[in-house]
C-alpha cells in the first residue's frame, strides 16, 4: 500500500513541476506548482510527519501560491512577451551551463549518498518534557518566536509592495497626457 501512495504522490509532483516549468501561461505555472506541493503534503503524510502535511497544504499551497497569483494578475505578466528579446546577452547559455552543472552536482550526491548509507531507518527521541512534540512545536512557534514571524509577513507585504511598485508599467494614457503637458 505504501509503493501505490508513493507512486500517486510521486506522479502527482513531478507532473506538476514539469506543468510548472512547461506552462507558457504564469497562471497555469502556478496552478502547476500547488499540485506539486499537494504531492508533497501527501508524502508527509505517508511519512507520519502530519504537521509538516498541514504546512505545507496551509501555508505554501495556501498562502504563497494565492500571493504569487495575486502578484501575476495584479501586475498583468499573464500577457504574451517577445521571448526573443534577451534582455541580458547570453544569459540563456549561463542558465543552461549552471542547470548541467546542478544536474551533475546532484547526481554526484545521490552516488554518495547510495554508498554512505547502510539502510538504517534514522531514530529519533521526543523532546524534553511531556505532551506531544507538534504540541510543542506550536507552542514555540506561538508564543516565543510569534515576534519574529510577524516580522517576516512586514517583510513579505513590503517584497511585494516594493515588486508592484518596480513592475508597473505607466500606461498609454498617462504617457501621452505626460507628453503632451511637456510640449505646452
Not at 501527501?42 to 502578484?71: C, D, M, S
Not at 515576534?147 to 508592484?164: H, K, Y
Amino acid at each position: 500500500m505504501d509503493y501505490v501512495v508513493f507512486g500517486i504522490a510521486a506522479v502527482a509532483c513531478l507532473v506538476g513541476a514539469l506543468g510548472v516549468i512547461l506552462a507558457s501561461n504564469p497562471v497555469h505555472s502556478a496552478l502547476s506548482l500547488v499540485g506539486t506541493l499537494f504531492g508533497i503534503a501527501i508524502l508527509f503524510v505517508e511519512e507520519g510527519a502530519h504537521f509538516l502535511a498541514a504546512v505545507q497544504v496551509v501555508v505554501y499551497a495556501g498562502a504563497i501560491v494565492v500571493l504569487f497569483l495575486f502578484v501575476i494578475m495584479l501586475l498583468g505578466v499573464d500577457k504574451a512577451e517577445a521571448l526573443e528579446a534577451e534582455p541580458l546577452g547570453g544569459q540563456r547559455p549561463a542558465a543552461a551551463v549552471v542547470a548541467a552543472g546542478s544536474l551533475v552536482l546532484v547526481i554526484l550526491l545521490g552516488i554518495r549518498a547510495a554508498e554512505v548509507s547502510n539502510g538504517a531507518k534514522a531514530v529519533g527521541g521526543a523532546l524534553n518534557g511531556p505532551g506531544a512534540n507538534v504540541a510543542k512545536l506550536g507552542r514555540a512557534l506561538f508564543t516565543d518566536y510569534v515576534f519574529a514571524f510577524e516580522i517576516t509577513s512586514v517583510l513579505l507585504v513590503i517584497a511585494v509592495v516594493g515588486a508592484v511598485v518596480l513592475a508597473r508599467r505607466p500606461d498609454r494614457d498617462e504617457i501621452e497626457i505626460t507628453e503632451t503637458e511637456a510640449a505646452e
